[in-house]
């Protein structure tokens, strides 16, 4: 009976310490596992950490780079702008004052001698080949006035055509070199422009052609120009470019 007591004491002890060991052992394995869990997540946290970081910067460098890009393209803009407009401009008045540049008549002179004179005070320069020209023609002042002053005007027209023509050309050119910066509504605009100006300057140039167009829209139009590019001008675009 003895004996018995005590294996069974002896099992009891195996039982007590089998539970205590095992449950040791899955204490040391839960918290094995729970630390390599949270070292995992930390590690992954760490990364996504500086992941976002490294996401922010490159956002920030490429938002830096928009913004850098932007002000160079809006810096041209303002730039060329005011050049597009003063060309059209210069270029509208110098077709409409065509007529009135160039032609002289006896109600505007005295004598032949007041014909250089007179078209230095319109503001016209005249080089020395056209100048000469006209000396020339005055020439037939004494013998036929009208004959002589027809000459001159003629003339003179057909040198400022010449300047006209140089500035229409030059004024395009312009316009297509730098199409890039205009926005979508002024290209709109000046794609009907100039082809009027180049249209009212042949109707000047012959008043006798069919080409009709109306000065008077062509004016309007460069005046609706006008308008649209100091609005562009004077507010920001911080969204889509126009």
Known sequence: MMLQQILNHIDFQNVLISIFTSGVVTLLIQSFVKGGINNYFNKKMVKFKDDIAQLSEERKLDFDRKIHDFSLYSTKRHELYPILFRNIYKT???????????????????SKYEVISYYEIMHFE???????????????????????????????????????????KETNEFFEQNILFFSDAAVKKLELLMPALSLLYLQKLDESSEIRIDEDKVQNDISSLEELLKSELSKGDYGKQN
Request: aromatic share 2%; hydrophobic share 35%.
């Open 92 to 110: 509208n008045k110098s077709i409409v004052n065509l007529e009135l540049m160039s032609q002289i008549s006896r109600g505007s002179i005295n």
């Open 126 to 168: 005249l080089e020395e080949e056209l100048k000469n020209k006209i000396i020339n023609h005055l020439e037939l002042w004494d013998s036929d006035v009208d004959k002589c002053l027809e000459k001159i005007s003629s003339e003179v027209k057909n040198n400022l055509c010449k300047k006209v023509s140089i500035e229409l």
